[in-house]
């Protein structure tokens, strides 16, 4: 699609399409059975019937986006794709199966390639899924007699032909991930694992690990593609690993059965769907820990220093392990760490009027209402950045919520607002688009938000607002604007005597408009509008005098914004720009009657 760095050329068709040939009987029997396991568990709660089908074949495309990232903050965003772990069960399990049948020799091999070449027709020859095969068979070689300099050799020409394969390989994430884990797996778990042993039973020595090695060798590459080193991930897999296999192995034969009979494909994967139901409750609660995760730098200093930490943890792992009290010393630590979230001295900043909150590319901007107490403009793109941006506020009270139009990037974080929090009235713009985002803050609210009132003048605490946008009647714009950002609800604050414009996303026709309305008005801050897009009416955003000037903005977003020429324009009059992709959360205050900046990245 455009914008892949692999297309050189977009074709659009001119007519209706002409089917040359249909697909082989293979690909018609993959879909089949895809379509079958997802038949098989129709029955079942929305999350689990969801979940079944994406730990047999990857196929996540209905799981709640909610849930998708708890699985993300608990590291096991692994089982939502296809990976490794998919076919080393899935094969495996054939392969006993033909042990009890009385199949030896080279017909097991045999029967372990068909396995191998079923799982890639099933779940889509993609390349990930072609790179996912391939460490699972290295993973099975692994498991075999002299596992590991055979796993380690077979890992090493898997990786060299994955990427005789397909060069590409070589700068995509999950790839790193897929052949770390493994190496990981390989190298450090069988030492750990014999640490372990000296006091603990074997079984409990590889449980525990097989995935703490597999987070050791992969957490630089994650933490360096979420800024987070999680917490909780080596206990959720250790929870989550006893439903994995049952909830893989089942689903796939459930789907299979219901081939031949629906019914009993129903029956069978029955238990897959309960294993799912457990694996969401693990990523639930750990994602609800209160330090699931802590923040980490991406920047090359941050990450090199998180790499060294890993690689000294080879040689020192080994000590601590083998000795009980030392392991339950370590594990304990990280117990409480995980349960009491720490401090953030001097956050927040005293004398804070206004906060805007780094929730990546979107709008999520707080103001003072009093002391626990504030007024939530946008809640950004993440309910889970929008939170835990107000929790380092110790915001537990939201009078009102104002969302100044429906896109994802401005309401997509309502229900961390919401979650914990005594929340009063929710207000939003009266046109009602996208209807995507408007249904998306119905479900989170639970009812529809109200209109906000053009021209009404009020106070909410320390807080006095007035919307001055949209004007009933107003025109949806010129050509090529968009109608739901022009009609973003623009507000005028005043908070401890600051001056504040808070835009939305109106685009330069509606700007223009309000220079008309407004005539002459100065304020202390601006919030500049659609995180500083080129499109602006420059002349109106810097004749408001503002002596600050904030952007929320997303490192590194596609949209190229901020535009070079709107900032210099904005500093040319003295104002200082503050961005939440260079600084983190921005927040105003006021100290000794002087309007500054405090700064959380």
């Known amino acids: 699609m455009p914008g892949d760095d692999d297309v050189a050329a977009l074709v659009r068709p001119t007519g209706a399409p002409r089917v040359v040939s249909g697909p082989d009987v293979w690909w018609d029997a993959a879909a089949a059975v895809r379509r079958a396991v997802r038949e098989a568990v129709s029955g079942r709660d929305a999350d689990a019937r969801e979940l079944v089908p994406a730990l047999v074949v990857g196929d996540d495309g209905g799981l709640d986006p909610d849930l998708a990232e708890d699985f993300r903050t608990t590291g096991l965003t692994h089982l939502l794709a296809v990976s490794g772990t998919n076919l080393t069960l899935v094969v495996g399990f054939l392969l006993v199966l033909g042990r009890w049948a009385g199949v030896r020799g080279?017909?097991?091999?045999?029967?372990?390639?068909?396995?191998?070449?079923?799982?890639?027709?099933?779940?889509?020859?993609?390349?990930s899924v072609v790179r996912a095969a391939a460490m699972g068979a290295v993973a099975l070689v692994g498991m075999g007699r002299n596992g590991r300099s055979r796993g380690v050799r077979a890992l090493g020409v898997a990786v060299l032909g994955l990427l005789l394969l397909r060069p590409q390989l070589a700068v995509t994430a999950g790839f790193a991930l897929s052949a770390l884990a493994t190496a990981g797996i390989l190298l450090l778990a069988p030492v750990w694992r014999d640490a372990l042993m000296r006091w603990t039973p074997r079984w409990v020595a590889e449980a525990v690990s097989v995935p703490l090695a597999?987070?050791?060798?992969?957490?630089?590459?994650?933490?360096?593609?979420?800024?987070?080193?999680?917490?909780?991930?080596?206990?959720?897999?250790?929870?989550?690993?006893?439903?994995?296999?049952?909830?893989?192995?089942?689903?796939?034969?459930?789907?299979?059965?219901?081939?031949?009979?629906?019914?009993?494909?129903?029956?069978?994967?029955?238990?897959?769907?309960?294993?799912?139901?457990?694996?969401?409750?693990?990523?639930?609660?750990?994602?609800?820990?209160?330090?699931?995760?802590?923040?980490?730098?991406?920047?090359?200093?941050?990450?090199?220093?998180?790499?060294?930490?890993?690689?000294?943890s080879v040689p020192l792992a080994p000590r601590l392990l083998a000795r009980p009290g030392s392991t339950l010393a370590c594990t304990g630590l990280l117990v409480v760490v995980m349960a009491a979230r720490p401090p953030t001295p001097?956050?927040?900043p005293e004398g804070w009027v206004l906060a805007m909150?780094?929730?990546?590319?979107?709008?999520?901007?707080?103001?003072?209402?009093?002391?626990?107490?504030?007024?939530?403009?946008?809640?950004?793109?993440?309910?889970?950045?929008?939170?835990?941006?107000?929790?380092r506020l110790e915001v537990t009270r939201v009078p009102l919520v104002v969302l100044t139009h429906f896109h994802a990037d401005h309401v997509g974080g309502l229900a961390g607002v919401l979650d914990g929090r005594e929340v009063g009235s929710v207000e939003a713009t009266a046109l009602l688009e996208p209807v995507g985002g408007v249904r998306d803050v119905e479900a989170a609210a639970g009812s529809a938000p109200e209109p906000a009132a053009y021209g009404l003048t009020r106070r909410v605490g320390e807080v006095t607002l007035q919307s001055v946008w949209p004007r009933p009647?107003?025109?949806?714009?010129?050509?090529?604007?968009?109608?739901?950002?022009?009609?973003?609800?623009?507000?005028?604050?005043?908070?401890?005597?600051?001056?504040?414009?808070?835009t939305g996303d109106v685009e330069p026709s509606a700007q223009s408009a309000l220079a008309r309305d407004l005539g002459g008005l100065r304020v202390d801050v601006l919030k500049v509008p659609h995180h500083g897009s080129r499109h602006q009416d420059v002349d109106w955003l810097t004749s408001l005098g503002a002596r600050l000037a904030l952007v929320s903005v997303g490192e590194g977003n596609d949209y190229g914004h901020p535009a070079p020429d709107l900032l210099a324009a904005l500093s040319a009059t003295g104002a200082q720009v503050w961005r939440t992709d260079l600084a983190g959360d921005v927040v105003v205050v006021v100290a000794d009657g002087e309007v500054g900046v405090a700064t959380g990245g």
């Not at 979420?226 to 206990?235: E, F, I, K, N």
């Not at 820990?289 to 090199?304: C, D, E, H, K, Q």
């Open 106 to 127: 080279p017909w097991l091999y045999a029967l372990g390639v068909v396995g191998i070449v079923g799982f890639v027709l099933t779940a889509r020859a993609e390349p």
């Open 346 to 348: 001097g956050w927040p």
């Open 473 to 502: 009647g107003a025109a949806p714009g010129d050509a090529g604007e968009s109608a739901p950002n022009n009609a973003s609800v623009v507000l005028l604050a005043e908070v401890a005597g600051v001056r504040i414009l808070l």
């Open 357 to 391: 909150c780094d929730v990546g590319q979107g709008d999520g901007l707080v103001l003072r209402a009093g002391p626990g107490s504030a007024v939530v403009v946008d809640a950004g793109p993440d309910p889970a950045a929008m939170e835990a941006c107000l929790d």
């Open 214 to 312: 597999a987070q050791v060798a992969c957490t630089p590459v994650v933490a360096a593609l979420s800024g987070q080193v999680s917490l909780v991930a080596v206990g959720a897999n250790l929870l989550a690993a006893p439903a994995v296999a049952p909830a893989t192995v089942l689903g796939l034969a459930g789907g299979l059965l219901g081939l031949l009979w629906m019914p009993l494909g129903v029956v069978v994967a029955a238990p897959a769907a309960w294993s799912a139901g457990w694996i969401i409750a693990v990523a639930r609660w750990g994602a609800a820990v209160p330090t699931a995760a802590i923040g980490w730098g991406t920047g090359p200093l941050p990450l090199a220093a998180l790499t060294v930490l890993c690689l000294l």
